[in-house]
């Protein structure tokens, strides 16, 4: 009995990795949302912010999500995705969303660079743009965007905002700053978000639009898109990131 539920659930889970794999749709390019969480917990609390302290998010770039998107604005969302989900997902349950096929190792990969799972925001995440994107499977499109989430930890532009974390600096030191990582002339490839709370502005994202056969390459600048359709939220000066 316990085999055959066993073999039911596995089918159901390829069904499901195909149905999505199916229902794909075109795209120019990939916009990584990177979040700064010790920002975004300022005015949220949520389980992630609870629990942040000496975790990888408290001090580097996290992923909030991986988005296929287009030069028009017309972004692709909800491929194939039952009517059900989307709205528990317009109603920000996503802890009650269905279950998606992924494997334990991805699962536990992306518990550290998405604090959201906490909250259920990869749920959120894969059934709004994930399963628009051309990852085949949940493992393959997570694997991708944890990846490149890594490989921004490791770049100077992480370096500086851990450096100044309790500081407050402008708009243009940011964007040098990623020029600085990422190479002269890109700073169009990046959007910067920031939330105002209690009258301070908090940096909390890093929006960069990547090139959609060149996600392996990232972050280099020849894997950027320089004129994608994006704008930033923060102010000329008096960014403040949050420790």
Known sequence: M??????????????????YASAQTSYDYLLLAASWEPGFCASHDTPECTNLAGTYAATS??????WPNKYDGNQPFYCGVPQNDIDLDNAHQWCSMDAYPISSAT??????????VA?????????KHGTCSNSATPDAYWNQASGMISR????SFNTFLQANAGKTVTRNQLLSAFEGAFGSNTRSAVSLKCTKT?????FTEAWIA????????????ASLVTDGNTQGTCPTSGVYIAK
């Open 152 to 155: 921004l930890g490791n770049t």
């Open 210 to 221: 990547v090139k959609t056969n060149a996600t392996a390459q990232f972050p280099s600048a």
């Open 107 to 116: 699962r536990n990969t992306l518990s550290t660079y998405m604090p959201g």
């Open 119 to 127: 909250s259920c925001l990869d749920k959120h995440e894969w059934f």
């Open 198 to 202: 209690n009258g301070v502005s908090y």
């Open 61 to 66: 770039l996290s992923l909030h999500g991986l």
């Open 2 to 19: 316990l085999k055959t539920l066993a073999r039911a659930v596995a089918a159901l889970a390829v069904a499901s990795a195909s149905l």
